[in-house]
């Protein structure tokens, strides 16, 4: 099992339309969440962390934690197509010799027209 | 104009030749990474630093080497050793702990002549 799992995609949804990415970790004492956007070529930049179970908003971003099941969920509401790229998750997982982040692999979104 | 800068954007090696990818950082954080990241595939850390004159070896570590004399300053060398260096190199820095936000520099594409 790896330590953080999403959907390679391709996600696939109309311009408007709400955008659900999704992602699993291993680490049960994992305490910090990240999500990050990447377009083809760039670097991955910062789009909310997340620390608590529950919701965090910002703007057209919702992201949601769930501890218990070892989940977090990143929503785009009123999808663009600029928002077409990758999304990687990152999770903050504790291991002997101090913690690391760790990535998922990403989840490619596409927004049509 | 606080960020992280890397240099060159683009890098080509030559078989047997070390290379050295330049990180730079004016966000006055503690620690600093150097991930590789291959098409399709999430990030793998090679290098990370807590802070000055002291570093670890990341998941991949082999064939990378890497020095921290200045906390502004964090280069990567790419050695023969590594067999198969071809990929995105991408810097971050963020807060001691880890577990705080990872920002990123804009990143050094690497390509085998």
């Known amino acids: 099992q790896k330590e953080v799992e999403q959907n390679s995609g391709p996600l696939s949804v109309p311009e408007g339309a709400i955008a659900s990415l999704n992602c699993t970790y291993s680490d049960r004492g994992s305490q910090s969440f990240f999500w990050y956007r990447q377009y083809s070529g760039k670097s991955p930049e910062l789009i909310m962390s997340i620390y608590s179970n529950g919701d965090k908003e910002d703007g057209r971003f919702t992201a949601q934690l769930n501890k218990a099941s070892q989940y977090v969920s990143l929503l785009i509401r009123d999808s663009q197509p600029s928002d077409s790229a990758t999304y990687l998750c990152a999770v903050y997982i504790l291991r002997n010799q101090g913690g690391k982040l760790i990535f998922g692999q990403g989840t490619e979104l596409s927004v049509k027209p | 104009d606080g960020g992280i800068t890397q240099s060159p954007k683009y890098l080509f090696r030559k078989e047997g030749q070390n290379v050295t990818l330049s990180c730079e950082q004016n966000?006055?954080?503690?620690?600093m990474y150097w991930y590789r990241q291959d098409p399709g595939q999430g990030l793998r850390l090679i290098y990370y630093s807590q802070i000055v004159n002291d570093f670890q070896k990341g998941d991949i570590a082999e064939g990378y080497s890497v020095s921290r004399e200045k906390k502004e300053s964090f280069p990567l060398t790419v050695t023969s050793a590594q067999k198969n260096p071809t990929a995105f190199y991408l810097c971050?820095?963020?807060?001691?702990?880890?577990?705080?936000?990872?920002?990123f520099g804009p990143g050094t594409r690497l390509l085998v002549l």
């Open positions: 966000l006055n954080h503690d620690a």
């Open positions: 971050a820095s963020g807060g001691q702990g880890g577990q705080e936000t990872q920002y």
